[in-house]
T-cell receptor, first 115, second 112 residues
Framework: DAGVTQSPTHLIKTRGQHVTLRCSPI?????VSWYQQVLGQGPQFIFQ???????GRGNFPDRFSARQFPNYSSELNVNALLLGDSALYLC??????????????FGEGSRLTVL | AQSVAQPEDQVNVAEGNPLTVKCTYS??????LFWYVQYPNRGLQFLLK??????LVKGSYGFEAEFNKSQTSFHLKKPSALVSDSALYFC??????????FGKGTRLHILP
């Protein structure tokens, strides 16, 4: 079975641009979470979606938004990019809250560089 | 708020020796605790979890972790380290809102 897939794997943007990152969860998983990992730090929670609804949001500005589609794939959008948005963006899938004992399954990440 | 702390930025261990990577937690209620590993330029991989039951939890790649309620710790251990264990290790906790909160990570270096 395919694991969590993310695209693109690498991208370079300039300040002020916007970016869309995509994630496909493991088949059968209905929950998707997004994390930002800045170099040398642990992943920081951005969003969690379950059944197409936002279930949690971390301490990130409104420039960050996300959505989940009927097939449970997800997009993370970041507008008005800043240099500080440069990071590895990780998507993780899980079964969902009702059946979730907690483990997340991560994709390889999308590395965003903002110049 | 639920949180975890990893007091060591880096741990160096000689190959074949036992290793310990430390984690302490702060939670209200019963904790759901996890360890993940990250290899260079990769996503995180789940190693093991503690939900309830035995305080010694066994996971992937020969790793285990000991849950200690009185010390609020969940240290990761392995009896005999391999060079291939060199990676970044994250302790994590599940909070009330069902999201997973990660520590800052500990870089493990296994010396040949």
């Amino acid at each position: 079975d395919a694991g969590v897939t993310q695209s693109p794997t690498h991208l370079i943007k300039t300040r002020g641009q916007h970016v869309t990152l995509r994630c496909s969860p493991i088949s059968g998983h209905k929950s998707v979470s997004w994390y930002q990992q800045v170099l040398g730090q642990g992943p920081q929670f951005i969003f969690q979606y379950y059944e197409k609804e936002e279930r949690g949001r971390g301490n990130f500005p409104d420039r960050f938004s996300a959505r989940q589609f009927p097939n449970y794939s997800s997009e993370l959008n970041v507008n008005a990019l800043l240099l500080g948005d440069s990071a590895l963006y990780l998507c993780a899938s899980s079964l969902g809250p009702a059946q979730n004992t907690g483990e997340l399954f991560f994709g390889e990440g999308s590395r965003l560089t903002v110049l | 708020a639920q949180s975890v702390a990893q007091p060591e930025d880096q741990v160096n261990v000689a190959e074949g020796n036992p290793l310990t990577v430390k984690c302490t937690y702060s939670v209200s209620g019963n904790p759901y605790l996890f360890w993940y590993v990250q290899y260079p330029n990769r996503g995180l991989q789940f190693l093991l979890k503690y939900i309830t039951g035995d305080n010694l939890v066994k996971g992937s790649y020969g790793f285990e972790a000991e849950f200690n309620k009185s010390q609020t710790s969940f240290h990761l251990k392995k009896p005999s380290a391999l060079v291939s264990d060199s990676a970044l290790y994250f302790c994590a906790v599940r909070d009330r809102d069902d999201k997973i909160i990660f520590g800052k990570g500990t870089r493990l270096h296994i010396l040949p």
